[in-house]
C-alpha cells in the first residue's frame, strides 16, 4: 500500500518539473522569401543574375524592362572583374512572372533555424569522421548550376577562390556564426556586401576539391567547425510552403543600399571582422 502511494506522489512531481525546467520555448516565425531561378534578390531590388556578357546590356534591359544606367548602378558601374552581373527587373517583367507561378517560394521559418542553402538537395557526405579524415560540414549534392541560399542574414566575408572549397561564399551573422558554401561555379557578390536569408549567393558547381556536383556546408563558431544539421529543421525535410509570392510589389521607392567598397571589395563604410 505504502510503495503505491509514493509512486503516486512522485509521479506527478516528474510531470512538474519538467514543466518547469524544460519549457518548450517558442520563436516568432519568419516569413522568407526564397530566391529561385526566375526571381532573385539583390541590395533590396529583385532580379536575376546573369553571366556577364552574355547579351548586350541593351538587349537585357529591355527583356527585363529597366534602363540600362540601373544595370550599371547595381553592378557598381562594374567596378573590378565580375563574371556574374544581377539585372535588376520591372515591374511588368515581375508581374509576367508571378502571372506564370513563378513566383519564389515563402515558407514558415524560426528565426534560430538555418535555411538549408538549397532546396531539395541529397545528402552526400554527412559532418563527422569519414575515412581519410574528418569532414567538416555537409555535402549536398544538386545538380550543377543550383541556386545556393544564404541559411541566415549576414555580411558576405568571402567570395572567391578558396583552396579545395573551390569557388566558395563565407557570411557572417549577426550571432557570430560564419557559414560556408563550396565547390561552387559562379559567386555573386562581393565582400562585405550583406544578404538575407534566402537570397542568392552563388551557382553550385563541382570547382575545388570535389568527386561530383555538390554544396560543401560548413557552419562555424569562433572558426570551429559545428554540425550543420544541429542548426537546421530535423533531416533533409525542408519547411513547407507558406504560398508562394503572387502579389505585385511596387518597388519603386525601394532604397538602394549605397555602401562603400575599396578596390580589393572591402566595404569601407562598416567594420568588417574577419
Ligand atoms: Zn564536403
Not at 91 to 108: A, D, H, I, M
Not at 115 to 142: F, K, M, Q, T
Not at 151 to 165: I, K, P, R
Request: proline content about 5%; charged content about 20%; some cysteine.
Amino acid at each position: 500500500m505504502s510503495v503505491l502511494f509514493a509512486v503516486a506522489v512522485v509521479v506527478p512531481g516528474i510531470v512538474m518539473a519538467s514543466e518547469t525546467y524544460a519549457p518548450e520555448f517558442k520563436a516568432d516565425l519568419l516569413d522568407v522569401h526564397i530566391d529561385n531561378k526566375y526571381i532573385q534578390s539583390h541590395r533590396g531590388r529583385l532580379g536575376r543574375w546573369v553571366r556577364s556578357g552574355s547579351e548586350p546590356l541593351p538587349v537585357l534591359a529591355r527583356k527585363f524592362g529597366v534602363s540600362t544606367d540601373e544595370i550599371r548602378e547595381i553592378n557598381d558601374q562594374f567596378a573590378g572583374v565580375r563574371s556574374m552581373i544581377f539585372v535588376p527587373m520591372g515591374l511588368e517583367k515581375y508581374n509576367g512572372l508571378l502571372n506564370e507561378g513563378k513566383g519564389r517560394r515563402v515558407v514558415k521559418l524560426d528565426p534560430r533555424r538555418l535555411l538549408w542553402p538549397v532546396e531539395n538537395p541529397a545528402y552526400s557526405s554527412r559532418y563527422g569522421i569519414r575515412r581519410g579524415g574528418n569532414h567538416n560540414g555537409l555535402d549536398l549534392a544538386c545538380a550543377p548550376n543550383t541556386i545556393v541560399l544564404a541559411a541566415n542574414d549576414g555580411v558576405v566575408t568571402h567570395s572567391g577562390w578558396f583552396g579545395a572549397l573551390g569557388q566558395a561564399v563565407a557570411i557572417r551573422h549577426p550571432d557570430g556564426i560564419v557559414t560556408w558554401y563550396g565547390h561552387n561555379t559562379s559567386v555573386f557578390l562581393k565582400i562585405g556586401e550583406e544578404v538575407r536569408r534566402g537570397q542568392a549567393v552563388a551557382f553550385s558547381g563541382n570547382t575545388g576539391r570535389s568527386t561530383g556536383p555538390h554544396v560543401h556546408f560548413e557552419v562555424r563558431y569562433q572558426n570551429i567547425a559545428m554540425n550543420p544539421e544541429d542548426f537546421m529543421e530535423a533531416g533533409l525535410v525542408q519547411p513547407g510552403v507558406v504560398f508562394r509570392e503572387s502579389t505585385p510589389m511596387d518597388f519603386s521607392n525601394v532604397e538602394h543600399e549605397s555602401a562603400m567598397f575599396d578596390e580589393s571589395g572591402r566595404r569601407t563604410d562598416a567594420p568588417i571582422e574577419n
